[in-house]
């Protein structure tokens, strides 16, 4: 970090020795993992920068702007519309955690048969070391799963700034009518927080600067169609996971810089990895940063991921909302249009998730998938059986692995993906 944050750190609340403990463990396992990968992009020094200062530059740039009159929003998960967000001038981060921390004390308020993921964001909360959240004038949560749903029950005693959007559970007209009354419920919430009334100009113009940034995150991960892959799937991770913090413009660009670098390694065949090298697709629960294991596990097995089926990935990031109305009605049907397509585990029935895995081994040309669950996720571990036996029907290997934030199971996930990357060579890879 380039500057003494310490001052800024203590007033948001934060224990300043348990966060120097995190940036500290965060920084030696980038390192290990980030800095030790081979034949990277120029462009990525950009998201080493950003890394740098996830906690610093970022987080005082989020500061100014409060102390400008813009407000801060916090959220769990993708279906919190970024376009209602930026049309009343405010920032939308992301407050997922993909790291255990004071797990301990978390479990004094979830049961421990709760998903990492839940659990890292309550440790974040308690042992007071996540700058987005004490940032956040509004923390927004959703119910989707019903680990989610229930620990913002708990969430609400922890937080003064609670606001809790109901989802729809099935694909049906009466689910979206629901999602359509949630977005409209929450741009007001939006408006009475930052005093501003979203009209159709505003919205068009929050569209726009979100659509842009869909735009270049699809561009980077559609130019690892090609064999060898430009960019390594670590890499292209990273991006999808600074997609949640990043300033939206400034990410645009240089995500779009990093785009004309790939298109250039693509012309000259180079790749992070040989041609022929086994092509992964991942598929399941979200990656939320420094969520690094599994594909650090791949991509030193052998094998190069090519995409990710996942909200930190194309879930999250397909789609985009037409821009072309000119009522504040029917550009919120556009937003209720594009969000309704998200397929998330937590609908049922949701065969539109498995139709997506399976257009994207095809269009990703990949070897072999990856189902990742986390511990004690239902919907996605419940899915897994399905998807693994539909994709194997196709003679497609499939490997589905539960996991969890520790390190414990680190040498066992290796054996399996090894053993997973050998049996792709013998049915798939050109001798
Ligand atoms: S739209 S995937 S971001 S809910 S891992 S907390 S599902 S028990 S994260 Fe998600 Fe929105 Fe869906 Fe995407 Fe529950 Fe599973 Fe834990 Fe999960």
């Given at each position: 970090m380039s500057e003494n944050y310490n001052s800024m750190w203590e007033n948001l609340g934060l224990d300043l020795s348990a966060h120097d403990a995190l940036l500290e463990a965060l920084g030696k396992s980038y390192r290990d993992i980030y800095l030790a990968q081979?034949?990277?992009?120029?462009?990525?020094g950009y998201f080493d920068f950003v890394m740098s200062e996830v906690h610093g530059l970022r987080i005082k740039e989020l500061i100014d702007e409060k102390a400008a009159g813009r407000k801060v929003i916090g959220s769990?998960?993708?279906?919190?519309p970024e376009e209602i967000v930026r049309s009343a001038g405010a920032t939308l981060v992301g407050l997922c955690t993909g790291a255990d921390f004071a797990t301990d004390e978390a479990e004094n308020f979830l049961?421990?048969?709760?998903?990492s993921l839940i659990k890292s964001a309550f440790g974040f909360k308690l042992g007071k070391v996540c700058p987005y959240i004490e940032s956040a004038d509004m923390i927004v949560g959703e119910n989707t799963c019903d680990g989610k749903k229930k620990s913002y029950e708990v969430l609400n005693d922890l937080v003064p700034n609670l606001y809790v959007m109901d989802l729809p559970q099935m694909k049906s007209d009466e689910g979206r009518a629901l999602l359509k009354a949630e977005y409209l419920r929450f741009k007001e919430a939006v408006e009475k927080l930052t005093g501003i009334t979203i009209d159709a100009a505003r919205l068009k113009k929050g569209i726009e600067i979100v659509n842009n940034k869909r735009k270049a995150i699809y561009r980077l991960l559609s130019l690892?169609?090609?064999?060898?892959?430009?960019?390594?799937g670590l890499d292209a991770l990273l991006a999808n996971q600074v997609f949640f913090y990043d300033d939206p413009t400034r990410f645009t660009l240089s995500v779009n810089k990093i785009c004309d670098e790939l298109e250039q390694r693509i012309e000259k065949k180079?790749?992070?990895?040989?041609?022929?090298?086994p092509r992964i697709l991942i598929s399941g629960c979200p990656m939320a940063v420094p969520n690094w294991k599994l594909p650090w596990i791949i991509e030193t097995s052998g094998a190069v991921i090519v995409g990710e089926e996942s909200c930190v990935g194309e879930r999250g990031t397909r789609n985009l909302t037409h821009d072309?109305?000119?009522?504040v009605d029917e550009l919120m049907e556009a937003i209720v249009d594009r969000y309704f397509?998200?397929?998330?585990?937590?609908?049922?029935?949701?065969?539109d998730r498995l139709n997506h895995i399976e257009e994207m081994v095809e269009t990703y040309k990949a070897d072999g998938i990856i189902h990742y669950g986390l511990q004690f996720c239902q919907p996605y571990l419940m899915e897994s059986m399905p998807v693994e036996k539909a994709l194997e029907a196709k003679n497609i290997p499939t490997l589905r692995i539960d996991t969890d934030?520790?390190?414990?199971?680190m040498g066992q996930l290796k054996t399996r993906v090894e053993a997973f990357v050998e049996l792709i060579k013998l049915k798939h890879v050109p001798t």
């Open positions: 081979k034949h990277r992009p120029q462009g990525m769990f998960c993708v279906f919190v049961p421990r048969n709760t998903c690892r169609k090609v064999d060898p892959a430009p960019i390594s180079q790749g992070v990895f040989p041609e022929n090298t072309s109305a000119s009522t397509k998200v397929d998330c585990a937590i609908f049922t029935p949701n065969p934030y520790s390190t414990e199971d």
